[in-house]
Structures are given as C-alpha cells and as structure tokens.
DNA sequence: ACGCAGTGTGTAACCGGTTACATGTCTCAA
DNA sequence: TTGAGACATGTAACCGGTTACACACTGCGT
C-alpha cells in the first residue's frame, strides 16, 4: 500500500481536498464537524503531508543549505551546532552540502539547490570571488560566511581576523619577544591571509624586533614539522604565533621534543581556542564559532521572511585569552 | 524577473519541454540540433532545474535524512564527516534534523521528512522503542544508529559496547586492579547501560575485586564531580572506567588536583577515543566514529536504490588502546 | 504502390499539495 | 418575499518538472 495522500484523506472524511488542507494548516473558517472528520481520517491513515509537493506549489521549502569546506573537528561541530540551534527554533531544517576540495562535483551539487532551500549560507574562504559567483545557485537569497565577499552581492559575516592577529601581536611585544616566528595558514585561505597580514602589520611596529614567516597547511603535523624545520636551522627564535590552534599544538609538541621550555624559551599562542587549547594552556584568540553560526542563520532568515535586509557586511569579534603558553609556567 | 523554468527554456530554443528534459537527463534519442538549441537556452537563460518539482514527480530527492541526538565535538563531527563522504560519493545530500532532548517539536521536525528525503540514518539512543516508532516518518527507509532496534522492523548498526567494556575490565584485571570504579552515562542511554552491564560481568568475575558504580551523564564536568565525591568519601579505589572520555578527562583533572598519582595510585579508562584522549595520554577504547557513518549510510543508500536489505543487525568493532592512564607513566 | 519499423518530437496527464474563485446555505433586515 | 452578507465548502488551476503515448516522417523490402 502506497503512502496516503491528502485526496486519500479527503474521500475517507467525505469533505474536499481543500477542506483537509485547511484543517492541516490550522485555518480559520473549518466548521467544528469538518475538522473532527479530517482529523480521525488523518488518524487513521497515518497521513504525514508531502513536503515536496508542499514546497512546489508554495515555492517554501523550510530547508537552508549549509555550504562548508572539508572541515573537521571542533569548527564544523561548533558552527553547525549554533546554526542547528536557530535552526529548529525557527522551524527550519539544514541542508549540509560540503565542499569538497578540487571536486568538481561539488559544483553542481551546489546549483542543485535551487528548489531545495529558501536561501543557503555559504562559507568558503579557500574560493575566489569568481569562483564563487561561478558556484552559486542563482535567485537564492545567500550570507557569506568567513568568505571573501562580493563587493557587496551578498551580505558576508567575518570573523575579526585582523583583531586578534593584532592582539596576538601586541601581547607578544609586551612580552618583550625579539626574534618572532608566523605560522601562516594555506596561501589561498582568506582567513589565513588577514591574520598573517595584520600580524605581521603590527609585529613589525616594534623596535628590533624580526619577523618570520613559514608555510602550514592548518593541520597539526604542518604546525610540528614547520618548528622542528626551524630548530634545526639554527635561527633563534623566542615566540611563535600559528594562524590556527591546530598548528600551534603541532609546533608544541616539536618543543617538547627539543626540550624548549616553554613559555619561557619560546612563547606560543594560537587562534580559534578549540577546547583542547584550554587543555593545554594555549595561549589564542577565542572565536565564538557557534555564535558566529546562529548569528549568520539569523540574518539569512530575516531576510528569507522578508524582514530586512542585513547591513552588507559585518566583523565577528573575537577575544585574546592569554594562557600558559604565554604566560607563568 | 523570475527564475526561469524549462517551459521557458522549451519555448526559447522553439521545441518542447519534452526535448528539453531529454537533452537535460542525458537522454539518448534526441537531435543534433535539438540539442544545442536546448543548451544553448539553458546557459543563455541560466536555467537550473527545480529540485522539488523534480523530486516531486520522480518520487525521488537525492537527499538523506540524518537524524542524531544533541550532540557535540568530535563526536558529532566524525561521524557526519563518514557520512557525508559517502554521500557526495554517491550523489546525495544530507539533511540534518536535530533531536534536542525534550523536545516536542523535534518529533514532528521528523514526520516532515516525509517527501524530503529518500531515507533516513537515525540515531538516538536515548529513545525507547515505542518512543521511536512514533517519531519515525512512515514508509521512509531508516536505519538505525546505535540505537535500540525495534525487533527486526529496521536494520539497525551498533557499537560493540559490550567487547569494548570487556576489553577494558580485563585490562584492569591484568593489572591486577582490586577496587574498581565504573563512572555510567546517562541510565536511559543504551550505550550507556550495555558498557556498564558488560563491564561489570566481566570485572566481577575477578577474584576478590569490588565494583561500584555512580552515574554520570556523559560530560567532563560530572567526571570530575564523581571523582571527587568518590575522594572525599574515603571509599578507597585504584581503577576508574568511565562510560566515555569525556568522563574519564574529568576524572583525570579531579584526580591531579586531589594529587593521586596516575595510574600508579588510580588507573583510568574511557571509551571512544577522541582525539583529546591521545593527547592525554588516556587509555580507551577506540571507535572509527566516521567509519560508523560511511557503513551507516552505505547500508542505507544501498537498500534505497534497491540493492537488496541490509542484515538486520550488524555490531560495529572496536578496539582497546592502552596509554599512559593505565600503562607505565 | 503499400505496409512496416525505426526515429525524433510534441501533447497532455501526472506527482501531491495550495488557493482563487464559484457555489450553496443560512440568517436577518427591509 | 426578497436580497444582501456571512460563512463553509467544493472545483479546478497551478507550482515545475517527467514520461506514456500518439504522431509524423523517413527509408526499406515486397
């Protein structure tokens, strides 16, 4: 037996389909006897509407696409928990459509969300803004997510990258650190680029002070190979500021096997502050990801309802949250 | 102007929107020249199909329903990273419904798959079986995640709890451990209950060893609470397992700061491996969390594209990793 | 000449809802 | 008695695709 539909109900109940639909969606003008027919039918049939055809005819799809790069751990969890949190207080379910690097498939599923979502959030900071008009599915409403923005097409929501890089920056001055090292993020990541630039913007302010700069990739095992390259070069250094708490917890460990003291040898600070930073005594920027998340699903839905467009762009604050690494041992 | 649709597209290239959607779903019989009036009009428009109507009439959405408890961290995130590469591998796309705890509105956010989605993972070991058949959309294909399974009424893919609690007890033993301690998850949690039940069989099978046990519920800090009621009670003890790692993290810190000694005054043991855990140092059990998805969902698409039923039930391994908590410091 | 098979195309029904509009009934005032 | 107005209900068009079926055209064998 096929699944009941709403003219399956309406012939059980002997009323209209137009009856039964107005039952279901709680309209007024039901006389009382009507609506205790469509509803023991409904009972019995175990009718559950169809959201498909619900969506076709009243172009609404309740659905929003979560647009995300390969992300792992704490981030991806962190975000898409602030964003479910909106979510379901707002009646909304998510669409997750992730970015695989290189895929080009990828692509396409991402214009197949026309017809799916009522608008997407989009959160790609290793796309270029035309790559990014390229990929985007057309007449659905978009916020841009930590996404380099287009000049205003959509509205973009970032995080305060150069603040923090610049908090970073002056906490290791007052420190007194001379001879600074960057960990820098992939080379074609906004993110990273706003941290290694306002970083080294205002490092290089400092008297004396010298500033290096080497490549990571995000990931951890960059973090440890990129210091234990360092250590064996020779070239002194007494602080390390890595453009993601991974790397930093990378950079670390390689210390703690060339038996560095840490923060008194070499400072570390990072920037995301991942639960395990608080575990470890890193010293980083605390980035609210989850708010960053509800605060972005709030904007999309207001404008999705129509109540406003957001203003075109705005910063993400985040905060410096000195620990061990930095600090008193 | 509005989104443009195949009649349109039909229209502009002057043939009809039976062409079009030949030329679009790669059907063979159609004209050279049909075609490339057809794609012609599909860049020229900047026509994208509209996935409900489609889904409407093929009775197919592409999209799976992933339906997981509140969760957080790596949990959460390794486990829809194993399904989501499975499902761009096949050509799917996730939609997350979140089932808050206590929620009302959760249980109809699920009956709205219906004409949503193709399928449905669901997990949620905090339901009982009645409670789950009342939330679940009728006639969606489902299967269950580490969930208790309804008798045979859904496939169902489970950790093997009760290995890895055994795996556990007897590495205790083997350390000759003689008052033991088992911190539980939440009572209604089946995960919960099958660790503390397998874990107990076994550990009581020692000569001469005690077992208690006190109840948690999954989170760092009641860890941390019960270690220290367990301390300043005086009950001696020189063994903790507790039902997750998260558990067994708080355990550790209300250890080190009450100065016991780890693991030569008190071992310690969690179970599922987050990546905290090997920072740690902790002794656990490991569970490939994304492989638990990618199975999950493999399984599920294959019986949605009619590949035939998966076996009803099926026991996801696990495996003992011993570290520093109960190995040598 | 005819029938027949094969090929490409178009027409229209259908998927399962929503909803504008028409219809029918009832009440009450003129 | 009649007509207006309020109200509940039903009919059918519509959302935007897919596809069964009908049709027209071509080239072939007899």
């Known amino acids: 037996m096929a699944e009941a539909t709403i003219r399956d109900v309406a012939s ?3 009323v209209s389909v137009a009856s039964v639909s ?3 969606n709680g309209f007024e003008k039901v006389s009382q006897e009507t609506r205790e027919r469509v509803t023991e039918a409904v009972a019995a049939l175990g ?8 969506s076709l005819s009243m172009a609404r799809t309740h659905s929003i696409g979560v647009v995300l790069p390969d992300l792992h751990g704490e981030f991806f969890s962190e975000i898409v928990r602030g964003m479910d949190r909106v979510a379901s207080e707002r009646g909304y379910l998510l669409l997750l459509a992730s970015l695989h690097a290189g895929s080009p498939l990828g692509t396409s599923a991402l214009r197949a ?9 989009v959160m790609a900071p290793h796309l270029s803004e ?4 390229a990929t985007l599915p057309p007449g659905v409403p978009i916020v841009l997510l930590n996404t380099r923005g287009q000049q205003g097409r959509h509205p973009a929501i970032s995080l305060d990258n150069a603040a923090g890089a610049r908090a970073i920056a002056e906490h290791l001055l007052a420190l007194d650190r001379k001879r600074v090292v960057h960990i820098a993020g992939p080379p074609g990541n906004a993110d990273a680029q706003e941290r290694a630039q306002a970083f ?3 490092v290089t302010e ?8 080497v490549e990571g990739d995000f990931s951890e095992r960059s973090g440890e190979v990129a210091v234990t390259a360092l250590l064996t070069s020779q070239e002194p250094f007494d602080a390390v500021f890595a453009a993601n708490d991974n790397m930093a917890i990378g950079a670390l460990q390689a210390l703690r096997q060339a038996g560095r003291q840490v923060p008194e040898a070499v400072a570390v600070a990072g920037f995301d502050d991942i639960p395990m930073a608080r575990h470890l005594g890193l010293t980083t920027v605390q980035v609210r990801i989850a708010e960053l998340g509800e605060f972005g699903l709030s904007e999309l839905l ?10 075109a762009s705005t910063l993400h604050p985040v905060e410096l949250v000195v620990r061990a690494t930095t600090g008193q041992a």
């Open 12 to 14: 059980r109940a002997q």
């Open 22 to 24: 107005r039952v279901l």
């Open 47 to 54: 009718y559950v509407p169809h959201a498909a055809a619900r």
């Open 113 to 121: 969300l026309r017809g799916r979502v009522d608008g997407a959030l």
């Open 130 to 133: 035309e790559e990014l008009a």
């Open 200 to 202: 080294a913007a205002r």
């Open 206 to 213: 400092g008297h004396g002070v010298t500033l290096q700069t």
């Open 302 to 311: 207001d404008t999705v309802e129509g109540r406003g467009m957001p203003p």
